[in-house]
Each structure stands twice: as C-alpha cells, then as structure tokens.
C-alpha cells in the first residue's frame, strides 16, 4: 500500500535516525516502547479505577420515571473513568487500521538496514499505537487542565514518543502521523461521546461489566494488531 514510503523516503528517515543514535538513545527509546504502550497505561489505571469505584453509586434522588439515577462523578475519578475511555477507543482504532492495512515495519523490510531495538510482538506497523495513546492521554490531560501552555508539553511528549518508535527500527513517518491523528480522533470522540457512555455504563450490572472489561484485557493482550 506505502511500498514508495516503505522502501524509499520513510525507511530512509528511520536509517537516517538510528545512524546518529547513541547507547542512552537506545535506553531512552526501549524505556519509551515499555512505558509508552497503551497496554501499560490500562494496567496502570485499572487499579485507580476500582480503588475509586464505590462512589459512583445511584443517586437516591428519583427520575422523572421513579427510577433512581447515576450520581455525579468525583471529579478525579470521571478524569481517570475518561482516560481509559479515550485510551480504549485510541486502542480499538489503531488495531481496526492495523488489522485492515497490514503494513510492515521497518525491521521487517530492510533487516540489513534497520536494527530492531525494542522486544516488538505486533507484525503491523501503521498506525504507531505509541504515538495515538501519547497524544490522546496526554491531550486528556491538557483539556482536564485548562492551561493552553499544556498543550506544548503534549505536543513535545507525542514528538518525543514518535521520535523513538522510528528510532527503535518498528515505525516509519506514515505510522507516527497516522497514530497522531487517530489520537486526535479518540480525544474528539471522547470529549464529546464520554459522558453519554458512563451514563449506560453505571446502569449496567456489575457482572456484565466485569465480562467486558475482562474481554477487553483479552483482545489488548491477543489480538495481532495491537
């Protein structure tokens, strides 16, 4: 689909960065790809979130129907119920791209150019899950903060992790940019879309939740794509 950008411009800006590298460069881009994947981000705040779950209780206050109705969020915990909102919709894009478009990664076009620096199990590369979850998470967090200087910081943590998915030798240009934007698209989707979600999901039994996130765990786990 991209075998010009593959095998030509792209793949000559990752040869390009791993040929100025450095020990600590590698380090700096093998801590990135551990800590800046999306699956540690949900592992991280799947605990925060059941510490934070028993005060998203019915309000006894009745509806207009006489049923009881969801009460309002603690502010801290809507914000960590939001971040995994926007990091599970970042994950089901980039995997639905992964899956359809089938790109190969650097490492696996040119092995006698590309060194692989980082333990990569996916065998799709675009788009750059790294770079969606950095700019959603981190985007999430510049909004929740009002501050518009914040956003210089987000824009330099989603430069930063692009920087070291090409530098690793698993990302070309197209797959940071494409990750970029689909970690615009998540954060669009999750400012406008989240609050109707947690309204369905505090009505949903417990055990049903329990399955689906479970499930969710499963596919960030299995699935091929991620």
Not at 46 to 52: I, K, S, V
């Amino acid at each position: 689909m991209l075998t010009g950008l593959e095998t030509g411009l792209g793949l000559e800006v990752v040869v390009w960065l791993q040929a100025h590298g450095s020990p600590v460069l590698d380090a700096l881009a093998q801590a990135i790809h551990v800590l800046g994947a999306p699956a540690t981000y949900l592992l991280l705040l799947l605990p925060l979130l059941l510490r934070g779950y028993r005060t998203l209780t019915p309000d006894p206050s009745p509806s207009r129907r006489g049923e009881q109705r969801p009460a309002p969020f603690h502010h801290n915990h809507e914000f960590l119920y939001q971040w995994v909102f926007t990091l599970v919709a970042a994950i089901l894009f980039t995997d639905v791209l992964k899956l359809l478009v089938q790109a190969p990664r650097p490492y696996q076009v040119a092995p006698e150019l590309v060194r692989l620096l980082v333990d990569q199990r996916s065998n799709y590369g675009l788009p750059s899950g790294h770079v969606a979850g950095a700019l959603a998470m981190s985007g999430l967090a510049a909004v929740w903060g009002g501050r518009r200087w914040t956003w210089i910081l987000v824009a330099a943590y989603t430069l930063l992790v692009a920087w070291a998915r090409m530098y690793a030798g698993v990302h070309y240009p197209q797959d940071v940019i494409v990750g970029a934007l689909v970690g615009i698209l998540s954060l669009w989707i999750s400012l406008r879309y989240f609050e109707r979600f947690m309204v369905s999901w505090l009505w949903t039994r417990w055990p049903l939740r329990v399955a689906l996130v479970a499930a969710g765990l499963v596919l960030v786990v299995n699935v091929p794509g991620i």
